[in-house]
């Protein structure tokens, strides 16, 4: 199988991941790609918690990622990878052209964002990233849950 | 030592919901604050728990053990002293708490564990 979801979420590992997503998916494993998180053991184990022994957790950084990538893309398991913020999410895409989707799943309110949806909040800067993202070639779309509709790029940003 | 104050986070309303049901259930409406993750990325979260601890020892609740509550919260009580953390709140736990608040978090912790557990449980046919 494949990475079935890239999703960017600021919550990173939670409910609607685990189990809104990874239940239907049925994903075996679950990649976080964040640097802070990788370089730190006692965030590791906080995430880990949240997430049924069944389904291993990888943790990466973005340089980590992007080389270990295809390895997880050929895994015979289902896998959902995860970020944190656009950023991380196009410094991934940069560095790894087989990337090609990302879920918009969970970017919430902060000084300069604005709502675009009831679970996105870009900033105009970040709402241009999302934008080029997907003018490269990555599909982006909006979706929380995976009974909801993707709502493409263009409808959000 | 200081009564413990009680926050109880969880997602959508049931913190809320648990909030008044001990209210009705003991007349104490004064011992537990509720905090919901709806809508909140972590910071935003963070400030919700900033907002309802306050000052001084604090005792959260929180509804799983995993997800945006969870790791919100045992990331406060990390960077706090004199707050502990215990996940599956339920309402048992909730009317043991409020009427044992003068002891440490630590304490009131265990307690909650304990009286949380007895509730689960099968009844006769």
New interface residues.
């Given amino acids: 199988m494949t990475l079935a979801l890239y999703r960017i979420d ?6 609607q991941v ?1 189990v809104g997503w990874g239940q239907p998916l049925n994903a075996s494993f679950i990649v976080l790609v964040d640097d802070e998180v990788s370089s730190s053991d ?1 965030e590791q184990d ?2 880990r ?3 049924p022994p069944q389904i291993e957790v990888i943790f990466a950084s973005v340089d980590q990622a992007a080389a270990q990538l295809s390895t997880w893309e050929a895994d015979e398991r289902v896998g959902i990878l995860l970020v944190g913020d656009i950023d991380t999410a196009v410094a991934l895409a940069q560095r790894a052209p087989q990337v090609r989707s990302f879920n918009v799943g ?5 000084t300069g964002r604005r709502e675009r949806l ?2 996105v909040y870009l900033t105009d800067d970040e709402a241009a990233k999302l934008r080029q993202l997907a003018a490269g070639g990555v599909e982006v779309t909006a979706q929380d849950v995976p009974t909801a509709r993707a709502i493409p790029v263009g409808e959000f940003t | 030592m200081s009564e413990l104050r009680g926050i109880i986070v969880s ?1 959508a309303a049931v913190a809320q919901a648990m909030v008044a049901a001990v209210r009705a259930i003991t007349g104490i409406d004064n011992a537990l604050t509720a905090v919901s993750n709806e ?6 979260l963070a400030e919700r728990l900033r907002d309802a601890v306050g000052e001084g020892p604090a005792m959260i609740f929180v509804d ?5 509550c ?2 919100s919260s ?2 406060y009580a ?1 960077q706090h002293a004199e707050i502990a953390v215990v996940t599956g709140v339920n309402l048992a736990m909730l009317l043991d708490f409020v009427f044992h608040r003068n002891i440490s978090p630590e304490e009131a912790a265990r307690r909650a564990v304990d009286a949380g557990a007895k509730a689960i449980r099968v009844t006769a046919a």
């Fill in positions: 600021d919550r990173l590992i939670h409910g685990v006692w906080l995430y918690m949240g997430v969970g970017v919430h309110h902060r009831r679970f | 997602h809508g909140c990325g972590t910071d935003q799983l053990p995993g997800g945006s969870m790791t045992t990331r990390k």
